[in-house]
């Protein structure tokens, strides 16, 4: 677990294909490794990652193919800049919110502009997670814990201050840049609970407008 607070900026300095799935190695500047070992979790571009390898100033990792189809790792390239994050501990400050490193989808950024002294943003999500996103919840962008300031449809908006655009790759996105994105849990849990005894019924479709009007969630 995380918690959406970036520690560090960190560089993909090798990318290695490994029979359909990849390792990969990053360089992880400032980021304190001196309590991380063989087997932890650190969040990459909000990506659980599990290190395999300590070679002093960084860390390998394998990327399986699952995370390959549903992050933005695919297009990583050599030189690029990622988030990093170790996992949390029980002494650790929680100031964003509870993150489990696994991405829902990849967004896109539409656009970006100035704000006074912030940045605003507008990203589109798959619209299969736009009912997850709610209006001054929060959502992890690159495993980053934001606040969302407005929803349209599967569009979002962000508020970015100028300590996170210089801390973090926020900096960095431009209109069509990609970006991985993990929904609230709470959301999740609470769809799946709201379904009862439907949610054991294979191939549920999930909560519709149907089944809550039929077990008295809404009213037409």
């Not at 919110?97 to 605003?120: L, Y």
Request: proline content about 3%; aromatic content about 6%.
């Amino acid at each position: 677990m995380f918690t959406g607070i970036i520690e560090a900026v960190g560089e993909i300095t090798a990318l290695q294909p490994k029979g359909g799935d990849l390792r990969l190695r990053v360089k992880t500047g400032k980021l304190d490794l001196s309590d991380v070992k063989l087997g932890d979790s650190i969040a990459t571009n909000g990506v659980c990652l599990t290190v395999v390898d300590l070679p002093g100033d960084g860390y390998w990792a394998d990327v399986s193919a699952e995370t390959l189809a549903v992050a933005t790792l695919k297009d990583w390239q050599l030189g690029d800049k990622v988030n990093l994050e170790k996992a949390l501990t029980p002494q650790t400050r929680l100031g964003g919110h509870m993150v489990s490193g696994h991405v829902d989808g990849i967004g896109e950024v539409i656009w970006r502009k100035p704000t006074a002294r912030a940045e605003q943003f507008r990203i589109r999500a798959p619209d299969d997670l736009a009912r997850y996103i709610a209006h001054k919840g929060s959502i992890t962008v690159d495993g980053t814990s934001l606040t969302v300031n407005a929803v349209d449809g599967a569009e979002f908006e962000l508020t970015i201050v100028p300590h996170t655009i210089a801390e973090t790759v926020i900096g960095g996105y431009r209109a069509g840049s990609k970006v991985n994105l993990e929904v609230d849990l709470i959301a999740r849990y609470l769809e799946r609970l709201l379904l009862g005894d439907a949610a054991a019924e294979p191939k549920s479709e999930g909560l519709t407008m149907e089944f809550l009007a039929q077990n008295g969630f809404y009213k037409a």
